[in-house]
């Protein structure tokens, strides 16, 4: 690599989409010379064919990276030895403890689908929560019917004991699917650390 070479994540098409407008703004990292730390570069596309300078201390919406950045806090614990990865969450919240999970029960002939609950399999480990895997799901009732809560509005506390109420929509371990599995593992730094999430 040289002093200036500039890379888009998706190769040239990020260049050419800016130029006609396709993107509204983008901002192209590079890498210091000899030293493989990446930089922003200075100058970003604010409005198609419009080059403007960045300011050093632009803020940038990070969007789906608060997931990202939530599973550094039990990965810190996990190093502290607060627990271990394949523990069930429901040592540290025993609400989880005997979760169900969502069937479709679809008649092949009708097409018709029913629902119902069954166990889960297996416990919700911490790893499942880092990974996508808890089958948390939030959005549906035992009935299928969707659940019209705002998350938001509520603690980190009160919101996941209200998830752990819902079934679960896949069975622990099985299936990626992305979740708010980031969440209980906010509430988990919570009880393991006595402080808010927040904090």
Partial sequence: MQNGDVYATNGSSSMGSMVTGAIAGVAAAKEAANMGKPVVDEKEIARAKQFVTMPKDAIFRIASMTKALTAVGPLTLYEDGRF????????????????????????????????????????????????????????????????????????????????????LELQPGTEFQYSQGPEVAGRLIEVLSGKTFDE
């Fill in 84 to 167: 271990n990865l394949l523990d069930p969450i429901s040592k540290f919240m025993p609400e989880f403890a005997n979760m169900k999970v969502l069937v479709d029960k679809t008649d092949l002939a009708t097409g018709k689908h029913a629902y119902s609950t069954a166990p889960a399999q297996r416990q919700i480990t911490v790893l499942d929560l880092l990974r996508h895997t808890s089958g948390v799901g939030g959005r549906f009732d035992e009935n299928h019917e969707e659940v019209k809560v705002n998350y938001r509005s509520l603690s980190t506390e009160d919101g996941v004991k209200l998830l752990a109420t819902l079934p």
